[in-house]
């Protein structure tokens, strides 16, 4: 046998990285891994920042719709003209029955409902009359005595405040009927008190036909206020409960447009302590302020939203 020493043909291991590769490999994988760190953290706060923007966004169009909704129908009371045409039929004058549109600027030291104010924010009340669900007249009246037939398995209770317009009057009145539901019938009696409120008069200023409606008043509020969390909310105080509305909306600042020249156009932009007569107030700016704590970098993300809206009621002739 023959054995083949060939020199050139011997097989090479490599046993492991010398000194000098180990101390360029290392540095250079560290340059590489903070740049991946760095790119993932950048990519983590635009994902932050931008669901924060979201959400900011969100939290002012919602708060902006549901004030803006209510502007629009203040100071609707069915087909009366205002509610200084209303015929009051009962012993007292509801809160809600008033000025359409009322408010407080930089508000200090004020509860709502239980609740705290912010100090320096506005308040807005809104007052008007609404269309009961399901509820409308199916019979016209015989005598302003008459009981007010009306849509069956309704929601109307016995003691519940009713205003009944047409395009000529309008009367307000309480009703006395615990049946309501049952046959449809809305009655006016002087002899029922519920609550301390009873009707003075058992008869109203005229017997509608089917063209009138029922309507039911209401009264509300907006405002900042303190939450259980001891942060800000958006709230909102309807019928005496605060509601409430959408968390991290700290400021809500308001200006009046006024029709000081009575040519139903707005002249100027004030605030409510600045507004000679509300009842002239055509239009509303509304600035919500939001909030996200998250943010970037822990620094809370904070937008202002403006908005202007008519009083349809006041503007619509």
């Known amino acids: 046998m023959t054995l083949i020493n060939n020199k050139n043909n011997r097989f090479h291991s490599q046993s492991g990285l010398s000194l000098i590769e180990l101390m360029i490999a290392i540095p250079l994988s560290l340059m590489v891994m903070g740049t991946i760190f760095k790119i993932f953290v950048s990519s983590m706060q635009g994902v932050h920042l931008q669901n924060s923007f979201a959400r900011v966004q969100e939290k002012g169009r919602i708060g902006a719709e549901l004030i ?9 009371w069915g087909c009366a003209r205002d509610f200084t045409s209303i015929a009051n039929s009962l012993n007292i004058t509801p809160v809600s029955l008033g000025a359409g549109v009322e408010g407080i600027g930089d508000a200090h030291s004020i509860e709502i409902d239980g609740i705290s104010v912010k100090d320096e924010t506005d308040i807005l009340t ?7 669900e399901g509820v409308k007249i199916e019979t016209a009246m015989l ?5 007010i037939s009306v849509t069956t398995d309704n929601t109307i209770d016995k003691g519940e405040i009713l205003l009944i317009s047409d395009c000529n009057k309008a009367d307000l009145f309480m009703n006395t009927h615990a049946a309501t539901s049952s046959d449809g019938s809305i009655r006016y009696a002087t002899s029922d008190k519920v609550d301390g409120i009873e009707n003075t008069t058992p008869y ?3 017997a509608y036909t089917k063209n009138a409606q029922i309507l039911s008043l209401f009264s509300k509020t907006y405002f900042i206020g303190l939450n259980e969390d001891l942060n800000y909310s958006l709230y909102r105080s309807d019928g005496g409960n ?15 447009g006024e029709d000081t020249s009575q040519n139903d156009s707005v002249d100027t932009f004030v605030d409510a302590t600045s507004v000679t007569n509300m009842d002239n107030v055509r239009s509303i700016k509304v600035s919500l302020t939001t909030e996200d704590g998250e943010g970037v970098a822990g620094s809370p993300l904070e937008r202002t939203y403006h908005i202007t809206t008519n009083i349809r009621n006041r503007t619509l002739n």
């Open 242 to 256: 605060a509601e409430e509305l959408i968390r991290g909306i700290n400021d809500l600042q308001l200006l009046y």
């Open 204 to 206: 109203l200023s005229k």
């Open 126 to 132: 809104i007052r008007g009359a609404r269309s009961i």
């Open 143 to 147: 005598t302003t005595q008459s009981d």
């Open 68 to 76: 803006i909704r209510d502007i629009r129908g203040a100071d609707y």
